[in-house]
Structure formats: structure tokens, C-alpha cells
């Protein structure tokens, strides 16, 4: 028996949140790129433009991009991080880094209207930096603009270069210029690696604190589970490869270890400014990773030619691993029909482990951009009849659901909220997929008995919706005696209001 067509239909704004209310920071994205190439960051924006592509529509929803920058930063050791910001977005910024697990302080320079057009801003934040420099404490001070100051122009790069012996790197994590929390990721990478690459060129570099590797090594490009970079080593070994640093580092001395290797592994296709550094310092880029049978082989193919590895070694590389992943897959098999979608830039690795973990998938979403090195995933996804949209948005997430049905959602919060609410089960991406190790014999049995548990648990779901079904759903919600009753003209008279005002405060702005 067919499961009955459900109806996913995402609710209408009221207002466009793209235009912004004209206030403050709130001004629309328009607005601030404009201010922010006539107050100098016409560069800056325009180089984002290159690297981060948006795609068909403005801007995926999602959390602050600042906060992937800011994330970097705090999990590196000795190194210090100071916002730039208007002081609700640096609020919601440090609560986020905290609740994800940030154990230290962030620094914050405020501003006013006044300090923020007379250059004071600057100077408050050069004395920060000088305030802060301390070598018995840090390797580096991480400098971030957020928002306002790069819409007005406050020229970080105009910071000293070092201070006391501290490395200073200031970059602009815009809203409107870098669009997801991911893509931020890199920019900050992407600076230290550069700054990095011409401390080498310089000179003699510190050792990384393990030892300098003794076998060719493999540097790892994206946030990846902790276990799989040790899992990746053990299937380099017979290639007499071993896995070097991953970036981003978890301290300043790992960017030379990264630099220093034979080969670069893109896991996540979306570094751009991370990859330009590594290509001007002549190592080769290979994009996809070891996720299943097929992907473990052609990655490992890549790799070794990559790194000019004899056949006779790419291939005893392939016969000690392979056959367990094989032997894992086909014990922990995955049945039902599964969409994803999710922010993080590893959507379409997972897409390929549940493939061949025997999944149904019919769409996969990534917030992030299509990139060359994201293209050997694509093809073998579309080649399988997989819809794979990139710079996907929320309502697109939602209409690939409602249009193939599935048996699971794998998504962001509120598809997660729209699938339960349509009784479908689902599981968010970031927290219950992405933290699970993804590479080699580990992540092939890594994700069944989650998926597997998920979609057993639609009986149940029926159950729920059979016992309440339209209690508490559109006007019935909240707490009541009496059934309410819809009064759709109410809503509608609400509406015109609204959009009246908005026209009318923007009417007001032009005066």
C-alpha cells in the first residue's frame, strides 16, 4: 500500500527579510554593499564575490557567517579573538560559540555612532590589539569585522602586521558578503595559511609539536569527525603516505605542517581562498573523500596519482580496505527513501555513503556552492538519479520534500519542524549526522543504526497523528475552551497594515 501524498507547504513572509527595515544594521543587504564599496571594502566584497558564488537566490538561511570565523578562531590554541560589531550581533555570536563550547573570553570593542564616523572605532580597536599582544600568551590575535564596521569602511588591514612577537589577522565576516557560517570558515583559514605561507618563504618555521612526519603526508581540507583522520592514515599506509594536518589547525604551528605536504585533500570542496593559498604553494588539490566502496577506490586512485604513488601501491592500498568496507556495508544495510539537505558542505559525502548503504536518496541540498572540487561527487550522485542542488534554500529543502515523500528527512531545523509536523520522521544533519565518522570501514556502519532506528519510528508518528490529529495546528494552536474559528479577513487586514508601514518608513527614509 502507497503511503498518502502529505503536503509540505512552507508559510508566506509577510516581508521580505532580504530588503531589510532600513535601520541600523538592518538596513538590507543593498544598502550595506553599497556603503561598504564606497567606504574602501570594494575588494574585499568583490574577491568574496569570486570565492563564495550565491547562486540563484540572495542567501541560504542560516546562522550568522561570522560565527564560522569565530568558531575557528576559539578552538585554535594561544590564539585570542576580538569582534567588531554592533552589540546584539556580537551577543548572539558569543552565546552561539559557548553553547557549542567555547571555554574562553571573546573580545569586544564597542562603538557608537560617533566613534564609528570619526575613525575612533579604529583606534579602539589598534589599542586593543596593542592591549592584547601578549607573547607569553598568544601566536595570534584574530581581528573581525562584522557588519557595520566593514559597511563603514574601518580598515583593518591597516593593523600592524605583528605586535611583540603576536601575528595580527583582521578580516570582514560580513552578512552580505560571505553567505554561510561555513564558507566563513575559510576566510579566516584562508589568511592564516597566507600569512603562514610567506612566514615560510621568509625563513625557518617552528616544528609542529608532534615531530616533523617522516613519510610524504596528506593534508586534510574541512572540519572532519576526530576519528576518521586516523582511519584516512590507516589507508594511506600502504601507499607509504601518512595524513598530515587539518585545516582548519587547532594551532598556529599545524598551518606550516598543512603547507609542508605532498598533496592536498579538498574533503570539503567549498575552501576556495584555503585551496588558492595551497596551489601557490604548488601542492595539488584532489576533491571528494573515502566515504563507501566506490569512493574509497576512486579517492584513493586520486591520491596516488596525485602524489606520483606506483600502481602496484595504489593498489594494495585498495585491497586491504576495501573488502571490510564492502563486508560493512552489506552487513548493515539501509532501506527507505531518504532526502538531506544541511549547511555544513559535507551533504553530498553522506548522500554517497547512504547510496551505498542501499538508501533510496532522491535529493540532496548543500547551503554551501558548487566548486570544481565538489564535481566527482555530483556526477556520481546525478549519475545514480540523485537531484543535488546546491546553494539550496529553505524552500527548496521543503518542496523536495513534499515532492518525493519520503521516508526520512535529513535537514536543518525547520525541516526537521516540517517533517515532523507532516509525520514524517527526520533527523537534523548537523548534530546527529555530521558528527559521526564518515571515512573508511568506521563510517560505513556509522550511520545505519541511526537511519535504520528514524524510519522504524513512523508507526509511531502515525499513532500521534491519528490521536491528535489537527489539535493545536495553524488557528487551533495555543491553549483554548472553545474551538477557535479562522477569521482569514483578520489576518489579511493585519498584513496590509504591516506592508503599509514598511512603505511608509521607507517613504521617510528618502526625505
Not at 594536518?245 to 576556495?272: G, N
Not at 538508501?359 to 541540498?365: N, Q, T
Not at 554551501?368 to 566527482?376: H, I
Not at 570501514?441 to 489537527?470: C, H, T, W, Y
Amino acid at each position: 500500500m502507497s503511503k498518502p501524498i502529505i503536503p509540505i507547504v512552507p508559510e508566506q513572509l509577510v516581508n521580505d527579510p532580504s530588503k531589510g527595515d532600513g535601520l541600523g544594521c538592518h538596513a538590507g543587504e543593498k544598502q550595506m554593499m553599497d556603503a561598504a564599496k564606497s567606504s574602501g571594502k570594494g575588494e574585499v566584497l568583490q574577491r568574496y564575490a569570486q570565492d563564495y558564488p550565491k547562486g540563484p537566490h540572495d542567501q541560504p538561511q542560516s546562522m550568522c557567517p561570522a560565527f564560522g570565523s569565530l568558531r575557528v578562531g576559539l578552538r585554535m590554541r594561544r590564539t585570542a579573538t576580538i569582534l567588531s560589531g554592533s552589540a546584539c550581533c556580537v551577543y548572539g555570536l558569543t552565546f552561539t560559540s559557548h553553547f557549542y563550547g567555547a571555554r574562553r573570553s571573546v573580545g569586544y570593542v564597542p562603538f557608537n555612532s560617533e566613534t564609528l564616523v570619526t575613525g575612533k572605532l579604529f583606534e579602539d580597536i589598534r589599542d586593543s590589539v596593542h592591549e592584547q599582544a601578549d607573547p607569553n600568551k598568544y601566536d595570534a590575535i584574530v581581528i573581525i569585522n562584522l557588519c557595520v564596521p566593514t559597511a563603514s569602511g574601518v580598515p583593518l588591514q591597516l593593523l600592524p602586521k605583528e605586535i611583540n612577537g603576536v601575528r595580527i589577522i583582521g578580516i570582514d565576516v560580513p552578512g552580505f558578503g560571505v553567505p554561510t557560517h561555513a564558507e566563513a570558515k575559510d576566510v579566516l583559514a584562508g589568511a592564516m595559511l597566507q600569512y603562514a605561507r610567506h612566514e615560510i618563504m621568509a625563513g625557518p618555521v617552528q616544528a609542529p609539536r608532534t615531530g616533523v612526519q617522516t613519510k610524504p603526508t596528506i593534508t586534510l581540507l574541512g572540519e572532519i569527525f576526530p576519528a576518521d583522520p586516523a582511519v584516512i592514515g590507516a589507508m594511506l599506509e600502504p601507499m607509504d603516505l601518512a595524513v598530515g594536518a587539518t585545516v582548519p589547525t587547532r594551532e598556529w604551528r599545524e598551518l606550516y605542517q598543512a603547507l609542508d605536504c605532498k598533496a592536498v585533500a579538498a574533503i570539503h570542496p567549498f575552501y576556495t581562498a584555503s585551496i588558492r593559498e595551497f596551489e601557490a604553494a604548488g601542492r595539488p588539490i584532489v576533491g571528494s573523500a573515502p566515504v563507501g566502496y566506490e569512493g574509497t577506490a576512486a579517492w584513493l586512485e586520486a591520491i596516488g596519482k596525485a602524489t606520483n604513488t606506483p600502481q602496484d601501491r595504489i593498489n594494495a592500498a585498495k585491497h586491504k580496505i576495501l573488502p571490510a568496507i564492502k563486508a560493512v556495508l552489506g552487513a548493515t544495510p539501509i532501506k527507505g527513501r531518504i532526502t538531506l539537505s544541511g549547511y555544513e558542505g559535507s551533504e553530498l559525502l553522506v548522500a554517497r555513503l547512504l547510496i551505498e548503504s542501499g538508501a533510496d536518496v532522491r535529493y540532496v541540498g548543500s547551503a554551501c556552492p558548487r566548486t570544481t572540487w565538489s564535481d566527482a561527487d555530483r556526477e556520481w550522485l546525478e549519475a545514480k538519479g540523485v537531484q543535488v542542488q546546491f546553494r539550496a534554500s529553505l524552500e527548496q529543502d521543503l518542496a523536495a520534500m513534499a515532492e518525493y515523500q519520503p521516508d526520512l528527512a535529513i535537514g536543518t531545523t525547520p525541516v526537521v519542524q516540517a517533517a515532523k509536523q507532516a509525520s514524517i520522521p527526520s533527523l537534523y544533519f548537523t548534530n546527529l549526522i555530521s558528527a559521526r565518522p564518515l571515512m573508511g570501514p568506521a563510517g560505513a556502519g556509522s550511520l545505519a543504526q541511526v537511519i535504520n532506528a528514524a524510519i522504524g519510528n513512523q508507526a509511531r508518528f502515525d499513532e500521534m497523528k491519528a490521536f491528535f490529529g489537527e489539535v493545536g495546528a495553524n488557528h487551533n494552536a495555543g491553549v483554548w475552551e472553545a474551538v477557535p474559528k479562522d477569521r482569514p479577513e483578520f489576518k489579511a487586514e493585519t498584513r496590509r497594515k504591516l506592508e503599509k508601514a514598511i512603505k511608509k518608513r521607507k517613504a521617510e527614509e528618502m526625505i
